[in-house]
């Protein structure tokens, strides 16, 4: 029987849905496998989180707390995913693709002498290794890789698996750590948030994204009303955000974010290659075009021809008596 580690990510005081997806996934591989699934999380106030870690079936959770883990440092988070990947002693080390995930990933494989598979949108287990597909060339191609070895680490896309409760009253294991400020290569000086308020719409289970076809304030008004109404998160193409309409954080596509919520509506967006790259794996996409020729509604379920200006205020209003 082997472990499979998965690492939790903690996020503006919340653990992050993609995490508890990738932990899920994990359980099911872990019961299907005959192995165990358990989980780390590291953060200035980790213990906080094990009730919600251990809804999603964990036997064991490894609690690494530190106030120096209040914001993303890759040297100490480092040091506590070293340490714990040397006490669990997993074959698989899973997480979910975060930014942070990126900035520590080929350091700790490179660190504990393993394979790693990044940015996958799947995985299962094999004969000594692990095998994942990965979207590659703005998604148009899936890439089947394989890894091979007794330590493998892999991190997933958001919305790649469902979550799945699975209560168990997992044992907690508490790390020691400490580390002396000369061990420290870089400190944070300052956090700037881009995108101030707006949901990280890694997470957001919907997206309204706004496009060239949104052409005023008008237009930015309805788009955002139809996210409130969603609670969804606001995403543009960029077109909108070269013009400045949207910050830069929230375009999505090749240059801009990879996303895959529960739901995509694309309001006057055309659907070129770079921006479907970014949002073709999301579950339900809706689009909304005046041009019933655009390539969006080639990969869309739900297709509207028609003038958004005309379009959306009725559609919203009728969302708002649901
Ligand atoms: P357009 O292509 O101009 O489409 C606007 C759409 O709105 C049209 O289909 C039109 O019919 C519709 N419309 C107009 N008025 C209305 C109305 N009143 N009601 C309803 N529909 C209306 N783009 C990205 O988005 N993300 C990226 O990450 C990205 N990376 C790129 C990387 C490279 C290297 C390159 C070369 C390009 C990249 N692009 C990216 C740009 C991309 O090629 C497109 O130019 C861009 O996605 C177009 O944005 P759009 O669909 O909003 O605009």
């Known amino acids: ?23 899920s996934h994990c359980k099911q591989l872990a019961e299907q496998g005959g192995h165990s699934v358990e989980a780390v999380v590291i953060d200035a106030n980790a213990s906080s989180f094990v009730e919600g870690i251990q809804k999603y079936g964990a036997s064991k959770v490894y609690v690494v707390e530190d106030p120096i883990f209040k914001n993303h440092m890759n040297t100490p988070l480092l040091k506590a995913l070293s340490n ?19 900035d520590i990933l080929g350091a700790l494989a490179a660190n504990q002498d393993a394979a790693v598979l990044p940015d996958v949108s799947s995985f299962e287990l094999t ?8 979207p590659v060339m703005a998604a148009k191609i899936i ?49 700037i948030s881009a ?29 955002s009303e139809l996210a ?9 193409s960029r077109a909108l955000t070269e013009a400045g309409v949207y910050d830069p954080s929230l375009q ?14 694309a309001v006057g967006i055309s659907g ?6 970014g949002m073709a794996n999301s579950k339900v996409i809706v689009a909304i075009n005046k041009d019933a020729d655009a390539p969006i509604f080639e990969i869309a379920d739900y297709g509207l021809v028609g003038d958004l200006y005309k379009v959306l205020p009725p559609f919203i209003e009728e969302l708002k008596k649901i």
């Open 143 to 191: 890439s089947n890789t394989e890894a091979k070895g007794d330590k493998v680490i892999v991190s997933v896309r958001s919305g790649s698996y469902d979550l799945v409760e699975n209560e168990t009253s997992a044992e907690v294991v508490k790390v020691d750590f400490s580390m002396d400020e000369g061990e420290l290569k870089a400190t944070l000086k300052e956090i």
């Open 272 to 277: 070129a290659i770079q921006h479907v790259a």
């Open 228 to 236: 409130e109404v969603l609670n969804a998160g606001i995403g543009a």
């Open 84 to 102: 714990v990947m040397e006490t669990a002693n997993p074959s698989v080390f899973a997480f979910a693709s975060t930014e942070g995930t990126k």
């Open 1 to 23: 029987m082997s472990t499979i580690l998965t690492h939790i990510a903690i996020a503006d005081g919340k653990i992050k849905r993609s995490s508890l997806e990738v932990l």
């Open 195 to 223: 995108s101030g308020d707006t949901i990280d719409l890694n997470e957001a289970e919907a997206i309204v994204a706004a496009g060239r076809g949104v052409k005023d304030e008008e237009g930015q008004k309805l788009i």
């Open 252 to 265: 999505i596509g090749q240059t801009g974010k990879v996303v895959s919520p529960q739901l995509y509506i």
């Open 127 to 134: 004969e000594g290794g692990v095998k994942a597909k990965r």
